[in-house]
């Protein structure tokens, strides 16, 4: 299996979006995110997503040199329209402006519509941990999970990321997506022909399956159960409709170039670390390390970044049938 620097692989992604279609500045702040993603072991929102995003950009699904734009239209609230574009511009933009608004009034959020996928949801909210902030991110997701009880798909998987300061060291990250398991793991089953395990998903019947292109077509099961669809709808309120983004149900696919552009959105709330509390982040600290004191027991993140830093070290090792795949887009 091929090795690839970081820097290569950052260069390998954003060169195959560039010839798709997408605006060179698009295109490396995507790669970035992607790479960033594939080093962090979260494959199913790595470098597997170069070409089903080169396929969108090259049919309209989304819209290759859109330019997001961003809003005042509340003190301490940002309004950012990703006009179609990839996700990641239009969070980069919003990342840029937060974390001094979040020092200036205590709390500051940013609402994104006309969105597309935003891969890891730790990735923005690790950004303003460690500018300071204490961060939240809500996202919504095409439809995949139906309501308890019920058996029609209404809503995404719906991740939701937290992240707090820590000083001296990298932040504490929770990512978490509202099923059971992250749809991008079923995808990648799926790609591999492999099965998944019973209890992850139903398929169109409702009925319980181990087969992940049956799963892909049917439905996910909730984290929780009940309680995995209430969080779900909480993320629908604030993620597409306190932001006029589209709900689950009315988004087309992430995953393939049929149809018009899913036009979801990204609710990321910051708030100043020490506004409410000056010593809050040594509070942190101190909770941080009563956790890790005990035998067995981690911070949430931590074999991310161990995974991270070998990557950093010694590149990334990526399968023939990917590269090829990314280089003939």
């Known amino acids: 299996?091929?090795?690839?620097?970081?820097?290569?692989?950052?260069?390998?992604?954003a060169d195959a979006l560039v010839r798709c279609g997408t605006a060179p500045a698009a295109a490396a702040s995507v790669a970035r995110a992607l790479v960033g993603a594939e080093a962090g072991g979260l494959k199913g929102h790595g470098l597997s997503r170069v070409a089903p995003y080169?396929?969108?950009?090259?049919?309209?699904k989304v819209v290759g040199d859109a330019l997001p734009r961003?809003?005042?239209?509340?003190p301490g609230l940002l309004a950012v329209d990703a006009a179609h574009g990839f996700a990641y511009p239009a969070i980069d933009l919003a990342l840029e402006a937060l974390p001094d608004l979040a020092r200036q009034q205590g709390i500051a959020a940013a609402g994104i519509r006309r969105s597309h996928h935003c891969g890891a949801a730790g990735r923005p909210v690790e950004a303003l941990a460690e500018r300071g902030c204490v961060a939240l991110l809500f996202a919504n997701t095409p439809a995949a999970m139906a309501p308890?009880?019920?058996?029609?798909?209404?809503f995404g998987t719906n991740p939701l990321a937290f992240a707090c300061p820590l000083p001296g060291r990298a932040p504490v990250v929770v990512d978490l997506a509202l099923s059971k398991v992250a749809r991008a793991t079923i995808v990648g089953a799926a790609k591999r022909s492999e099965a998944i395990p019973e209890g992850w998903a139903l398929d169109a019947?409702?009925?319980?399956?181990t087969d992940a292109k049956a799963a892909l077509a049917g439905t996910m099961v909730p984290l929780g159960d009940a309680k995995g669809t209430a969080l779900a709808l909480m993320v629908e309120l604030l993620a597409a409709g306190l932001v006029g983004a589209r709900f689950a149900g009315e988004a087309s696919s992430f995953l393939d170039a049929d149809g018009d552009p899913p036009g979801t959105g990204q609710l990321i709330v910051a708030l100043d670390a020490a506004a409410l509390s000056p010593d809050g982040p040594e509070r942190f600290a101190a909770l941080a390390a009563?956790?890790?004191a005990q035998d067995g027991a981690r911070l949430p993140g931590a074999r991310r970044l161990a995974l991270r830093r070998r990557a950093a070290a010694e590149g990334l090792d990526l399968p023939d049938a990917l590269l090829t795949e990314i280089r003939a887009l």
């Open 205 to 209: 019947e409702g009925r319980p399956t």
């Open 290 to 292: 009563s956790i890790e």
């Open 1 to 13: 299996m091929p090795t690839v620097s970081l820097a290569e692989a950052e260069a390998l992604a």
């Open 54 to 60: 080169g396929a969108q950009v090259r049919v309209g």
């Open 148 to 154: 308890w009880g019920g058996a029609r798909a209404v």
């Open 70 to 74: 961003l809003e005042r239209p509340r």
